[in-house]
Nanobody, 126 residues
Framework: EVQLVESGGGLVQAGGSLRLSCAASGFTFNDHAIGWFRQAPGKEREGVSYIEIRNGITYYADSVKGRFTITKDNAKRTVYLQMNSLKPEDSAIYYC???????????????????WGQGTQVTVSS
């Protein structure tokens, strides 16, 4: 069973930083990409960034390029999202995403993601 467990959200002032973590289990880590999505109230879930585990290739949405950095620790099966220069419009529930399952999925940058963590709230105050 695929499990994705996020941590690290919180409340921060504009211009501040947060680091999110996603611990993955239940699938062959190297064969997939792990992504981060976010969903603000009344909006669709959107892709933020992903990293291809085997080769380390990364991808970012235009809205976060230059501010967010995604990294991985293969030994810990964990992916991190370092978020700097946060803006109020970054406020959302952030979801870690993994391999497609049988339910809801989203396409992002050439990959499909369909396993989801429980989500972690990020709130950026102005």
């Amino acid at each position: 069973e695929v499990q994705l467990v996020e941590s690290g959200g919180g409340l921060v002032q504009a211009g501040g930083s947060l680091r999110l973590s996603c611990a993955a289990s239940g699938f062959t880590f190297n064969d997939h990409a792990i992504g981060w999505f976010r969903q603000a109230p009344g909006k669709e879930r959107e892709g933020v960034s992903y990293i291809e585990i085997r080769n380390g290739i990364t991808y970012y949405a235009d809205s976060v390029k230059g501010r967010f950095t995604i990294t991985k620790d293969n030994a810990k099966r964990t992916v991190y999202l370092q978020m700097n220069s946060l803006k109020p419009e970054d406020s959302a529930i952030y979801y870690c995403a993994g391999p497609v399952g049988t339910g809801y999925w989203r396409a992002f940058g050439g990959w499909r993601f369909g396993s989801w963590g429980q989500g972690t709230q990020v709130t950026v105050s102005s």
